[in-house]
């Protein structure tokens, strides 16, 4: 099985622009691709720190370079590895955020709603809360909310309804189990775009994935170089919106924060103006990169 095929690897490693005795962050090592790409182009002098959550990741993709270190970490701390090794500022930083395709095909880690395996979803095997506990503990509220923002599930009420009805009648452990409440909910054996929103919803969730993602964005902030640059590939509209505003408004919402002189806080030259996506040779060879939406800044 191969671990992960990068996505916009090209276009990714361009956008960082790197200067060959620079420092550079991977926060999203993965399987590794784009870390070795970074590497291609340091040289002596040149520092690259690789962080994933998920200790899988560096057991399986060790890259044995001088240049390189792994740090086992969400990236959401960045700030503080860094900081440890007496690094004060980066010239670029890259997140190619979500799951790599190992732990979508790796069954027993529980991202995929095919096969028959228990809901588990964590990217960090040691976090406390598992799909498991979200599904079969979250009230309704909170359910219909993360099927809503996470997964793009319109009406989500009265399915959440049938979900907590049938979770009182047994436990919701099995992929296997919750496909089989939403297809008796649907009347139907409801398509793989469907299931994978609600499996989306729950997995953004159980890794607390948009929260870590703007904490990371706004460190980014204070710990880049000016004209170091902000490299992010997301793969769903919530994030990719977050990133676009962050980068294009330096705030989260579609307009600038200012202060109260109506200074407005100014981050980043928006070396995108529109995203750019993976081109149909990309999808053609890796369909997973479908998807993926890339999006740089220059911090000013
Ligand atoms: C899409 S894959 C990255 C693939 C990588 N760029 C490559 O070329 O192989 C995303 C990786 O980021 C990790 N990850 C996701 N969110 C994270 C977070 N908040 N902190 C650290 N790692 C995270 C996942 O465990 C996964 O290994």
């Known amino acids: 099985m191969k671990y992960h095929v990068p996505v916009l690897l090209k276009e990714s490693i361009e956008g960082l622009s790197i200067k060959p005795k620079g420092t550079y962050l991977d926060l999203t090592f993965g399987g590794g691709g784009h870390s070795a790409k970074i590497l291609e182009k340091l040289s002596d002098g040149g520092k690259l720190l690789s962080f994933d959550t998920d200790e899988d990741a560096f057991l399986r993709n060790k890259i044995n370079n001088k240049k390189i270190?792994?740090?086992?970490?969400?990236?959401?701390?960045?700030?503080?590895?860094?900081?440890?090794?007496g690094i004060q500022k980066v010239d670029g930083i890259l997140a190619d955020l979500g799951v790599s395709s190992y732990q979508i095909d790796k069954e027993e880690r529980g991202f995929t709603y095919q096969g028959k395996t228990k809901m588990d979803m964590r990217m960090n095997t040691k976090d406390s809360i598992d799909a498991i506990e979200v599904i079969n503990t979250y009230d309704q509220e909170k359910l219909e909310d993360i099927f809503f923002k996470y997964g793009d599930i319109q009406k989500p009420k009265k399915i959440v309804k049938e979900i907590i009805k049938e979770r009182q009648k047994k436990k919701i452990v099995d992929n296997t189990d919750f496909v089989e409440v939403l297809n008796n909910i649907f009347k139907t054996n409801i398509s793989f775009k469907l299931l994978s929103k609600f499996f989306q919803a729950i997995r953004i969730e159980v890794n607390d994935e948009i929260n870590s993602l703007k904490i990371m964005l706004k460190k980014s902030v204070d710990y880049l170089n000016s004209k170091g640059r902000l490299v992010v590939i997301s793969y769903h509209s919530l994030e990719d919106r977050i990133v676009k505003n962050f980068i294009n408004k330096s705030s989260f919402s579609s307009d600038y924060n200012k202060d109260i002189y109506g200074v407005k806080d100014e981050f980043f030259l928006k070396i995108t103006k529109k995203p750019i996506i993976p081109s149909s040779d990309e999808i053609n060879v890796n369909p997973r990169s479908r998807s993926a939406k890339l999006r740089i800044g220059e911090r000013l």
Do not use: P
């Not at 270190?69 to 090794?85: P, T």
């Open 69 to 85: 270190e792994l740090v086992k970490s969400n990236f959401k701390f960045f700030d503080n590895h860094i900081k440890q090794r």
